[in-house]
């Protein structure tokens, strides 16, 4: 028979053999066993066989357990499991507070869960509700009596959610000491933790040598953090970068990036527009700010700033940096926002700062905006756009009138060392419309002007440009509904909306205009559009799974405009052939094609298709094409042989010049516990190996 006492109150009643209640602060403790005895004179109960004691922070197993009441010390001995919300501590022998969770475990051994760590020792001291000294330990993430790596140490102390350290320590690949660590710190937990994340090996024949990355990151507080970059390049010299970045709640984020090489690499090499003659060490460098910051529920701000020191910064540093490791397509990551690839192809830099204020009907936005040309020597030409200040309105009714109404407005000042520059202000007002011509036809006449102020600093000139704009729009949709068979309910919707445009802009008189001041050109045209959709319904959720545009316009002023052979007229605008198809999540089809029906040549032809799977699998392809300009193949490839194994292939080629611009291949392993990677990459100019080596547990940050 198990016998049950639930320790409850603090007064002392005799156990016989039904269940008693004794309090134990700070929470109940039951005891469990087949039997159970109880001396009154210490206090103290003897469980035997099969025993099990629940307390606040889990529950404890063993074959023999001794509680002494007032002191909560529970003496297990036999089989001995300890089970609370962070872990697992077993043992022949433990001596155990159930209030404090410390204690003492000779020859035993823990699995921490969140971190999956699994640690044996000689002798095993539980200081804290997650902290451990332990003497004679071994340390691994992997699974089996016979783990891929551990570390082995004659003292370890361990805080979980924090960090640990070993003295003597050794890392074994299975059973063969492979390095000897006098002394070690380790990140011993998934969330942000001080220390050294593991480093990054490559090899460049031309451009960098052996290339070793050691980053070393540091837990700041609770809402800031720091990594610091350390980069030896054998050809270049040593690198040192520094990440900060910090998150005060989810209205203000941001990152800050900088790095510095005083770079020795001789050379002497044209690329395009470019020439460089370098025999002395030059200092480069390159820094990078992103902020966001909502300073009230309708003010925000946002600052992203990217500078480098030369323009042949991305072409050197082409194959690794870290705005390459931080690009996202699409930046929903909070401290992965970069939106450019950073490799040699990279033309141009754009840096803003954006400060938006939202009001019932209008947006005023103040914007700085500098730019920097990568193609061109010196950034002297280059327009820069600082400050500039725009009003938007929304469109609203106009007083009590059937008409709507809506304005934009913008101020600034237009920069460059060397060109035209100086002051714009432009005034956009807008009144149309909208009319049912019987449902569900709408026809949307509109007037516009446009008034632009400009003053040259260059020189002494200023003027006003003056134009109105006429248009008018008609729209309609049509649609029907098509239920599927099937438990699901799916439906499919089929829409057609087509669209024809009229617009009139007065001349302008382009020719006087100074360059930075927005073209407007004189206009006469009429645009005929049509969209066909196809939205899919199921179980109440709608999404388009096809979208193909069709568009075309016709410029009547070109086809009254005289001409003279061997120059013809050419009416007829390029007609848009743009198509999405998405019929589920796995395939993802895009075309972009713009044809010109005047000389009969397409001008513009891209594709890209995308497939991947649950496993991870993808296949990307993606073909480019302008011209006269880029005829380009990308292709790229991840295939999982198995689940722990999966090669990689990309390739970009400049099918003008018949030439590879870029291989790269790669194949990558995940273990339960470790990862490695090799990599080999060829483009035009270099040649690079990378390995990457990974410990589960060990390199997170």
Known sequence: MKFLFVLLSLSLIPVFLFAQEIKV????????????????????????????????????????VIFERGKNLAHARGNVLIKTETDLLEGEKIDFD????????TTGKIFISRSHFYLKGNRIEKTGVASYYMEEVCLTTCEGEKPDWSITGRELKVTFDGYGTVKDGRFLVKDIPILYIPYFIFPAKTTRQSGLLFPRFAYSREKLGYDVEIPLFVALSKSTDATF????????????????????????????????????????????????????????????????TNLSPTTFLRADVMQVSDEWYFKDFSAHNYYLDHYSEKPEERFKKISFRADESLDRLESKVRLSKDFPLYNVTALIHHSRDLTEPANAATLQKYPQVTLSGMKQPLFDSPLNFAINATAGENYRKEGMKGKVIEINPLIFLPLNLGDPIRFIPEVAATATYWKRDDITEEGLRKALRLGTKFTTSLFRDYNLSGPEGNKIRHEIRPEVAYNYVTSTHEETMPDFVTPLPEENLLSFGLINSLVSGRKGRYREIARLKIAEAFDLK?????????????PFGNILFDLDFTPEDYLQFSARLRFDPNSGQLIKNDHDLNLKDKKGNSLNLGYRYTKDILEEINFSLKVYATKAVNVSYELKRNELDKKSLRHIAGINYQHQCWSFGISYADDATDRAILFNISLSGLSNR
Do not use: C
């Not at 929470?27 to 469990?32: K, L, N, R, S, V």
């Not at 070109?558 to 050419?570: A, D, I, M, N, V």
């Open 98 to 105: 159930l209030v404090t969770n410390r204690g003492v475990v």
């Open 558 to 570: 070109e086809l009254r405009k005289e001409t003279e052979p061997p120059e013809t007229r050419r």
């Open 229 to 292: 970059y350390q980069r030896y390049m054998e050809k270049r010299g040593f690198m040192e970068g520094v990440e900060f970045r910090y998150y005060l709640g989810e209205n203000s984020f941001g990152t800050i990036y900088s790095d510095y090489l005083r770079d020795k690499f001789k050379t002497e090499e044209q690329a395009g527009g470019l020439y460089r003659n370098w025999q002395d060490p030059r200092g480069r460098w390159s820094f990078y700010l992103h902020n966001e």
């Open 25 to 64: 602060a700070p929470g109940p403790i039951t005891i469990e066993a087949d039997t159970i005895s109880y001396e009154a004179e210490t206090a103290t109960f003897r469980a035997e066989g099969k025993v099990l004691i629940s307390f606040p922070e889990g529950t404890l197993s063993a074959n023999e």
